[in-house]
Structure formats: C-alpha cells, structure tokens
C-alpha cells in the first residue's frame, strides 16, 4: 500500500456536516499522522499549496484564494480524500477566472480586508448580506435595499472567501474595492517578495504553523484552532503583522471560550456544523465587519456571535455565548424536526 493509499484508508469516516473547511483540516491531520505535512506560498492571485509525504517527497500541489483553500486543493490533487468527498470538494475549488478576478483586487491570499469593503457597500445602500451552506460548500449573497442581488458568490471554501469571490463578480463593486486598497498594505504581498514558506502541521485537531524565510525559522509550530487564526498568530510572533492589527487579535484570542475548553475540532469544523444546521431548517445568517466579524440571526431578540478573521468562528462564538437551544432548533412548524 502506497502512503497515499494508507492516507486515503484512515479517513472513511469523514463528516459531511462539517463542510468544506473541516474536512480539509481532518485530512492534513491524517496526513501529518502519517508523517507528512502542508507547506504554502503566497502569490499575486492567491496561494500555493502543496502536500508532501513521510520521505518528505512532494504528492500534491494546489493553488486558491487563501492558504486552507490551497491546502485542500493540494489534498485532492494528492488523492488522499477518498469518494464520494473528493469529487463534492472538487467543486468549492476557486476557478481560474475568479483567482484572476480576486488577485487584481488585492491577492496574496488576504481576504478579510477586501470582504471588511464588500460588506461595507452593501450595507451603504441599504443592504444586507446572507451566507448559507450549499452542499459541502458555503454561498454568499448580498442584497440591495429593494432585494436585488448585489452580489453572489458559487459554492465556495469559506464565507468570507465567498464575500470576496461575489464581489468580484461585480465589476463595479470590484473596482471600487481595488481603488480603495490600492497602495495599502499586505502582508502576504511582502512574505512573497521576502521568499517566505508557511508549515502547517495538525494534532489533536490543533493546528501548528511555521514561517521559515531560507534557513532562518521566523515562527516555529504556533499553536492555534485553525489554519488561518493559525497563520495569523504565527505571522505575528514573526513580526509581520502592525502591532495594532496584532494586539487586536491577541485580545479576542484570549476572550474566545474555545481557547479555554478545546474539544479536538478546529473552529472551522464547528461552525461548519452550526451554518450546516442553520441551513437546514431554513435560518438566514447576516454578516457584517465592524472591526469584528459578526454573524447574526435577525429577529426579535438578535442572536450574534464575533470573530476576528473567519465567519465559521464567529458561528462557533455564537454557539458558545448564546442559547443553543434558540440557536438550532426552529420554533414548532417552522421547518421539520431533526435528530442532532
């Protein structure tokens, strides 16, 4: 048996519910169980993955909008996720056209910062955006005061990939976007120019990144709950990140009630699980950037909860801070019961 195949064999109990994001974070688990890991690259249109194995041997290369994505893209070309998840997952992977589209916007595998504008037009013209999940995937949609589409998304890897890839798609919006965040500053833009390397590692459904710049380790193996708050929180003890951007995040870090009691998934995979509910029984989630993420269920007596870099976490912070009784099951007649 290859080490792919061996890879491919342990991961046949993979969840559905968990969406694009957490499955692609339980298999770079297994592949680091395995003796492998995940190294990632940023480039004008995105990322670039790849998967090597045990004899530290190249097995699959990706590319796509930020690092996670990339990572998955490198896993279905390794062939380590097994069917009938390999071929759905195919689908979440960012086109050509829309890495095209997203890289003359602002590239270099950064997405909050031109999704944080997206959400801030639509909400200028008296609008609202929604996010659902969409088979394994996730879809974003933006709405105008009188309910026209703004924007939409196709299926795609995450929310806020999501928002950036819809924005795009609206030439207009995505010009605006571009003339704003020209001339700022991106970090992912100056990892590339300065030949960074991300490591990415996994055990007990922690994550543990490094950034290595030629033979000098800038951050070695930082702890964290996903990829990208695991990126992030490396990129800050390398000294990458402003010191108020960093400062920021250490305090919802320190806040987040998962920090404090961990249950062996990442946060992606959780909030996979609460968006996929939500969906389920015909729920829409509202999100908006204030400085925050907020994912929100309108209504008398709002339910919200926050997140910093990720959508998928400010669902899991809603689960932890709110009623989850309130949260997940419809009120009698809304929609058909369901066994959690």
Not at 108 to 117: E, F, K, L, Q
Not at 183 to 188: E, F, I, L, S, Y
Not at 265 to 270: A, C, N, P, Y
Request: aromatic share 4%.
């Amino acid at each position: 048996m290859s080490w792919v195949e061996d890879v491919q064999a342990e991961l046949q109990s993979l969840s559905r519910r968990e969406g694009a994001c957490g499955i692609c974070h339980d298999v770079l688990e297994m592949i680091c169980k395995k003796g492998g890991k995940a190294v990632t690259y940023e480039r004008p249109d995105g990322v670039i993955a790849k998967i090597y194995d045990d004899k530290g041997e190249v097995v699959g290369e990706g590319k796509d909008i930020v690092s996670a994505s990339a990572i998955l893209s490198a896993e279905l070309d390794a062939g380590v996720i097994p069917e009938p998840f390999a071929s759905e997952l195919s689908a979440v992977v960012t086109s050509e056209e829309d890495l095209r589209r997203t890289g003359e916007i602002y590239g270099y595998g950064r997405v909050i910062t031109p999704a944080s504008i997206a959400l801030e037009e639509a909400k200028k013209i008296g609008g609202r955006t929604v996010i659902r999940r969409e088979g394994i995937g996730v879809v974003a949609q933006a709405f105008d005061a009188q309910g026209n589409t703004f924007f939409k998304s196709p299926v795609c890897y995450c929310p806020v990939c999501a928002v950036v890839i819809g924005a795009s798609r609206n030439e207009e919006l995505a010009e605006k976007i571009k003339e704003r965040l020209a001339g700022k500053r991106n970090t992912g833009k100056i990892k590339c120019e300065q030949g960074v390397e991300n490591i990415y590692e996994m055990e007990d459904g922690k994550v543990f990144v490094s950034i290595k710049r030629g033979n000098e380790m800038l951050a070695e193996r930082v702890l964290a709950c996903c990829m990208v708050y695991g990126m992030v929180k490396a990129e800050v003890v390398a000294g990458f990140s402003p010191k108020e951007s960093a400062q920021q995040f250490k305090a919802y870090c320190n806040i987040c009630p998962l920090k404090h009691c961990w249950v062996g998934k990442s946060v992606g995979s959780l909030g996979n699980i609460v968006l996929n509910r939500l969906s389920e029984i015909n729920v829409e989630v509202e999100v908006s950037i204030d400085g925050l993420i907020r994912a929100r269920i309108p209504g008398n007596g709002v339910i919200e909860g926050r997140g910093t870099l990720c959508t998928l976490s400010a669902l899991t912070n809603m689960l932890l801070r709110e009623d989850a009784v309130k949260i997940l099951r419809p009120k009698r007649g809304s929609a058909p019961e369901h066994e959690l």
